[in-house]
């Protein structure tokens, strides 16, 4: 199993944090700061540990906030010698977004120097959530910036529903704002911000699906290969959603005289071992058909009901009167994302987004344990 994201946070960390900040500023307390950030770490989650370790800097750095932002961008790492850096600095994200924005430009600023050495997308929200305007104002001029890390925070600290951060609900209502950043930024000649600039647009598509289709439709005539991938990857929440116009900016219409015959080879499937499926397909009509193939499994839910879970398969372009043969083999394996239950689920076959074939299998589990837990 891997390493809990948690353990990242631990006493030998608040320890160097404590060196480092001490390096620059001879008065501070490290005995202090390590004893107030290590009590009780052990038994606590991540964000738990972090906001440990950012109350310790509450108490331990100088109240006025200008002199702890001085301290801690000394403490920033310079060529030739450490400093704060990695997972030291998310308890600094959380530092400054509780005290920086009442010193707003030199919190912000204090964000973008931080940024090449973690991530600064967790502390600048409180920021644009307490001034979007002003924020948005500082951020689009980022969106030239030599470093292609604060290029990146342009977009991922503006998505409205970044994940493990604050909500935007101001973004989440109105996404408009921050367009011209993702539009700036979509050509980017690093993938690291190119796959920021997709993840944002996902996100307001969950709430504003008919704007992202009109925005990739706007965006994707004489596409290169890159900004096709972004766009795409931008739409997959759409595309699995079968969003009408989102499947035709990439030129899946609705499957038309089209034969679909799913077949289950073990429709009894023990827990641990996978369901393999088949499905046959014709296109009975007269002209080629461009069909984009995904599967839901429809899992059994403590209650009985059934929840689905929407899987990417491929896409396939069929001649008129083609024949087309796709296996696949679904694990039903332990996941830390999902609870098992044993019982009868359903697979569904969507082709362009819409149902066409479905079938039902028995998961059983040894001895009926339920492994993993709930989403």
């Known amino acids: 199993m891997p390493e809990p994201l948690k353990n990242l946070l631990h006493e030998g960390l608040v320890g160097n944090m404590a060196d480092r900040i001490a390096g620059n500023a001879p008065s501070f307390d490290k005995e202090r700061f390590v004893r107030l950030a290590t009590d009780g770490l052990a038994g606590l989650e991540m964000m738990e540990r972090s906001a440990l370790i950012r109350d310790a800097l509450f108490t331990t750095l100088p109240e006025d906030f200008p002199e702890a932002a001085a301290i801690l961008k000394a403490s920033l790492p310079t060529s030739g010698r450490a400093g704060l850096s990695g997972w030291m600095l998310l308890p600094v994200n959380q530092f400054i977004a509780a005290r920086g924005p009442d010193h707003f430009d030199l919190g912000i600023d204090l964000l973008k120097g931080l940024t090449p050495h973690f991530t600064a997308e967790f502390g600048i929200r409180p920021f644009i959530h307490r001034d979007q305007q002003r924020a948005l104002a500082i951020i689009s001029g980022w969106i030239d910036d030599a470093?292609?890390?604060?290029?990146?925070?342009?977009?991922?600290?503006?998505?409205?529903?970044?994940?493990?951060?604050?909500r935007l609900p101001q973004l989440v209502r109105d996404p408009s704002p921050i367009l011209p950043i993702l539009t700036a930024l979509m050509d980017d000649p690093e993938d690291y911000v190119r796959r920021s600039v997709a993840n944002s647009l996902n996100d307001i598509a969950k709430d504003h699906p008919d704007l992202v289709a009109a925005f990739i439709a706007g965006h994707i005539e004489g596409a290169t290969a890159e900004r096709r991938w972004l766009l795409k990857h931008a739409s997959r929440t759409l595309l699995k959603k079968g969003h009408a116009r989102a499947l035709a900016n990439f030129g899946f219409g609705?499957?038309?005289?089209?034969?679909?015959?799913?077949?289950?080879?073990?429709?009894?499937?023990?827990?641990?071992?996978?369901?393999?499926?088949?499905?046959?397909?014709?296109?009975?009509?007269?002209?080629?058909?461009?069909?984009?193939?995904?599967?839901?499994?429809?899992?059994?839910?403590?209650?009985?009901?059934?929840?689905?879970?929407?899987?990417?398969?491929?896409?396939?372009?069929?001649?008129?009167?083609?024949?087309?043969?796709?296996?696949?083999?679904?694990?039903?394996?332990?996941?830390?994302?999902?609870?098992?239950?044993?019982?009868?689920?359903?697979?569904?076959?969507?082709?362009?987004?819409?149902?066409?074939?479905?079938?039902?299998?028995?998961?059983?589990?040894?001895?009926?344990?339920?492994?993993?837990?709930?989403?």
């Open 254 to 375: 609705a499957a038309a005289s089209l034969e679909c015959n799913l077949l289950l080879a073990n429709p009894a499937v023990l827990f641990g071992e996978g369901l393999d499926f088949e499905i046959r397909l014709r296109n009975a009509g007269d002209i080629a058909q461009s069909l984009m193939i995904d599967y839901a499994i429809h899992h059994v839910k403590a209650d009985g009901s059934l929840s689905p879970k929407v899987f990417k398969w491929k896409t396939v372009t069929l001649e008129a009167g083609e024949d087309h043969i796709v296996q696949r083999r679904h694990a039903m394996r332990p996941i830390t994302t999902r609870r098992y239950y044993p019982g009868e689920h359903r697979i569904v076959i969507l082709i362009n987004g819409t149902e066409t074939a479905s079938g039902n299998f028995v998961l059983s589990m040894p001895s009926e344990v339920i492994v993993g837990r709930s989403p």
């Open 147 to 166: 470093n292609h890390h604060v290029r990146r925070l342009a977009s991922e600290g503006t998505r409205p529903r970044l994940p493990w951060a604050m």
